[in-house]
């Protein structure tokens, strides 16, 4: 299941789990649609990877018998911030931006 992380690991915005601007990538990396677009230009500054939107978890269970929503599973609380410097992730980026995802 998906951590759905709290905020933007780049600006630190704030991403509640009903966001649609939050973009995450196969590792869960999270970052908002601005970062994702505009400062990394849809590469993870971490593995590599493209960003994509981050599924919304529904507010409530709809099948009987089942523990789901995010009653039962709530986004997490702990914040992450990237661990590289400006300069490693316009590296990375730059190095990356016109390589397809699938050929990363």
Same mark, same amino acid.
């Given at each position: ?5 709290? @905020? ?28 994702? %677009? ?11 990877? @493209? ?39 316009? %590296?990375?980026? @730059? ?6 995802? %699938?050929?990363?």
């Amino acid at each position: 299941m998906l951590d759905l992380r709290p @905020n933007c690991e780049l600006c630190d915005r704030d991403l509640p789990p009903d966001s649609a601007e939050a973009r995450i990538c196969s590792y869960e990396c999270t970052y908002c649609a601005d970062c994702a %677009e505009q400062a990394l230009r849809d590469v993870c500054p971490t593995c590599g990877g @493209n960003l994509q939107p981050r599924p919304i978890r529904p507010r409530q269970n709809h099948r009987a018998g089942k523990a789901l929503g995010l009653a039962h599973h709530p986004g997490a609380t702990r914040r992450h911030h990237s661990p590289w410097s400006a300069a490693e992730i316009a %590296e990375m980026v @730059n190095r990356l931006v016109g390589v397809p995802p %699938e050929r990363r």
